[in-house]
């Protein structure tokens, strides 16, 4: 029996990307042993999926490193692919059993992958088919793009009763996702105050306004400041009920996040808001992403327009943004600021996106 171990160590949507690679081996080597090393945060994602025969979970500190060696130890793999990881794997990389070590990221962003490791892919594509590209190694051709999430009858039945228990039906309520790992992927909670507003005033629809743990204060920010029937604030939910809710959703409107990543998986209707500006660390100024962090890199990959929609813009108040220049890995240059980057998504684009979806 083949064995791989991929590893998958960053974020979500890093870590959603890998499953068609996933379901590529496994309907190319169907008797093979997948492996996936991740986050413990993403458990819900991954546990009903039938191609991952183990999953181990993932810390970057040192000391609990030591505690997941001896799972990862009991197998000796054909290939260990690193779809996305952080220089802290480092230290688990010479320990492994394993024939071959494949990296896409280049050895500044691992040390210790060698030269002959890497997998280089010099032509910029998108994440998801980076990782299917890896899979050349191995002679496995592509089994589709759409990425991968199973909802157990738990968070299933969870969701209907939550929205039974507010008097919402499934697919009559709107998904606004107020969260946003990094504050310029945040949309202003006055814009979000604004949208859910314009909706209430001309659908029947329901709004669920949700996010992760780290977004309860922008909910609570829009609960204090709205409050009228047919609103849903949902806090404090676990990934898998948040998944199963917006599963339910008629459309999900959010920011480059997690939950976007969630609707692009489970063929909801997803309106996603693409930030052009962002804080560049090297500086601590504001100016232009990277394209590559972008969606035409990052975002809906053959995704069918009745089912997403991008909008681009700035998420800042104009007055605070210096003219400055980033990086760009897409061309190697320094990409200027420009005019286009400065204009604001207004709540009316994104009405009128979400007419096209009703």
Same mark, same amino acid.
């Given at each position: 029996? @083949?064995?791989?171990?991929?590893?998958?160590?960053?974020?979500?949507?890093?870590?959603?990307?890998?499953?068609?690679?996933?379901?590529?081996?496994?309907?190319?080597?169907?008797?093979?042993?997948?492996? =996936? /090393?991740?986050?413990?945060?993403?458990?819900?994602?991954?546990?009903?999926?039938?191609?991952?025969?183990?999953?181990?979970?993932?810390?970057?500190?040192?000391?609990?490193? $030591?505690?997941?060696?001896? +799972?990862?130890?009991?197998?000796?793999?054909?290939?260990? !692919?690193?779809?996305?990881?952080? *220089?802290?794997?480092?230290?688990?990389?010479? /320990?492994?059993?394993?024939?071959?070590?494949?990296?896409?990221?280049?050895?500044?962003?691992?040390?210790?992958?060698?030269?002959?490791?890497?997998?280089?892919?010099?032509? &910029?594509?998108? %994440?998801?088919?980076?990782?299917?590209?890896?899979?050349?190694?191995?002679?496995?051709?592509?089994?589709?793009?759409?990425?991968?999430?199973?909802?157990?009858?738990?968070?299933?039945? +969870? %969701? =209907?009763?939550? /929205?039974? *228990?507010?008097?919402?039906?499934?697919?009559?309520?709107?998904?606004?996702?107020?969260?946003?790992?990094? &504050?310029? *992927?945040?949309?202003?909670?006055?814009?979000?105050?604004?949208?859910?507003?314009?909706?209430? @005033? +001309?659908?029947?629809?329901?709004?669920?306004?949700?996010?992760?743990?780290?977004?309860?204060?922008?909910?609570?920010?829009?609960?204090?400041?709205?409050?009228?029937?047919?609103?849903?604030?949902? @806090?404090?939910?676990? $990934?898998?009920?948040?998944?199963? =809710?917006?599963?339910? %959703?008629?459309?999900?409107?959010?920011?480059?996040?997690?939950?976007?990543?969630?609707?692009?998986?489970?063929?909801?209707?997803?309106?996603? #808001?693409?930030?052009?500006?962002?804080?560049? *660390?090297?500086?601590?100024?504001?100016?232009?992403?990277?394209?590559?962090?972008?969606?035409?890199?990052?975002?809906? #990959?053959?995704?069918?327009?009745? #089912?997403?929609?991008? /909008?681009?813009?700035? !998420? !800042?108040?104009?007055?605070?943004?210096?003219?400055?220049?980033?990086?760009?890995?897409?061309? +190697?240059?320094?990409?200027? $600021?420009?005019?286009?980057?400065?204009?604001?998504?207004?709540?009316?684009?994104?009405?009128?996106?979400?007419?096209?979806? #009703?």
């Amino acid at each position: 029996m @083949k064995k791989f171990l991929i590893i998958s160590t960053t974020g979500m949507g890093d870590t959603l990307w890998g499953t068609p690679a996933i379901r590529a081996i496994k309907n190319k080597i169907p008797h093979s042993q997948i492996d =996936l /090393l991740i986050q413990r945060q993403w458990e819900s994602l991954f546990n009903r999926n039938k191609n991952i025969s183990h999953l181990f979970f993932y810390y970057p500190q040192w000391y609990r490193q $030591l505690i997941i060696l001896p +799972n990862l130890l009991r197998f000796h793999y054909d290939h260990v !692919f690193i779809f996305h990881a952080n *220089k802290d794997i480092r230290r688990i990389l010479p /320990l492994l059993r394993c024939n071959f070590i494949w990296s896409h990221q280049y050895p500044d962003a691992i040390p210790g992958i060698l030269d002959n490791q890497i997998i280089r892919i010099d032509e &910029p594509i998108h %994440a998801i088919l980076r990782r299917i590209e890896m899979l050349k190694k191995i002679q496995v051709p592509p089994y589709g793009t759409n990425m991968d999430i199973v909802i157990d009858q738990k968070n299933h039945q +969870n %969701a =209907l009763s939550y /929205l039974k *228990k507010n008097d919402i039906k499934p697919k009559e309520f709107i998904y606004l996702n107020v969260g946003g790992s990094l &504050p310029h *992927k945040q949309w202003p909670v006055e814009q979000f105050i604004a949208l859910s507003k314009i909706i209430l @005033k +001309n659908t029947s629809l329901s709004i669920v306004f949700g996010g992760g743990p780290d977004d309860i204060h922008r909910i609570n920010l829009i609960n204090n400041k709205i409050q009228q029937e047919r609103i849903v604030f949902a @806090k404090q939910r676990t $990934l898998g009920e948040n998944c199963a =809710l917006i599963n339910n %959703a008629k459309i999900i409107i959010t920011p480059d996040s997690g939950p976007m990543h969630i609707g692009f998986a489970l063929k909801v209707p997803t309106i996603s #808001l693409w930030p052009t500006i962002g804080l560049i *660390k090297s500086t601590g100024t504001l100016g232009a992403i990277d394209p590559m962090n972008g969606p035409d890199y990052c975002g809906p #990959l053959n995704i069918d327009n009745s #089912l997403s929609c991008v /909008l681009r813009g700035n !998420f !800042f108040n104009k007055s605070n943004i210096v003219s400055t220049s980033i990086y760009s890995n897409l061309n +190697n240059t320094e990409d200027k $600021l420009e005019p286009s980057h400065l204009e604001a998504i207004s709540v009316d684009d994104v009405w009128k996106k979400t007419l096209k979806f #009703l």
